[in-house]
């Protein structure tokens, strides 16, 4: 059975940072690209970031560049996402996925499994 889980989510003013975790059991993880994606109420589910299977290419929405660093750890089945300078419009429950293709897709529908989400609130 495959289960991603997210954590490291949680209330912080503007301007810090946090650190999300992805841990993936049940699926060989080197084996997947992985992305990272962010919901609010009412709103489609949106892209953040992705990493190759191999992380030696990533990929970034223009609203998070520069701030946002996605990273992964293959031997500890681990993907991450750094964010910096967060704003209150960063505000979201963020769901790392894995993609057994290449990767750097931002299509959610293309990804196979999703983790069930960590809250990130900012406040100003």
């Known amino acids: 059975q495959v289960q991603l889980v997210e954590s490291g989510g949680g209330l912080v003013q503007a301007g810090d940072s946090l650190r999300l975790s992805c841990a993936a059991s049940?699926?060989?993880?080197?084996?997947?690209?992985m992305g990272w994606f962010r919901q609010t109420p009412g709103k489609e589910r949106e892209f953040v970031a992705a990493i190759t299977r191999s992380a030696h290419g990533t990929h970034y929405a223009d609203s998070v560049k520069g701030r946002f660093t996605i990273s992964r750890t293959n031997a500890e089945n681990t993907a991450y996402l750094q964010m910096n300078s967060l704003k209150p419009e960063n505000t979201a429950v963020y769901y790392c996925?894995?993609?057994?293709?290449?990767?750097?897709?931002?299509?959610?529908?293309?990804?196979?499994?999703w983790g069930q989400g960590t809250q990130v609130t900012v406040s100003s």
């Open positions: 049940g699926l060989t993880f080197s084996n997947y690209a």
């Open positions: 996925a894995a993609d057994r293709t290449t990767g750097l897709r931002v299509a959610d529908s293309v990804y196979d499994y």
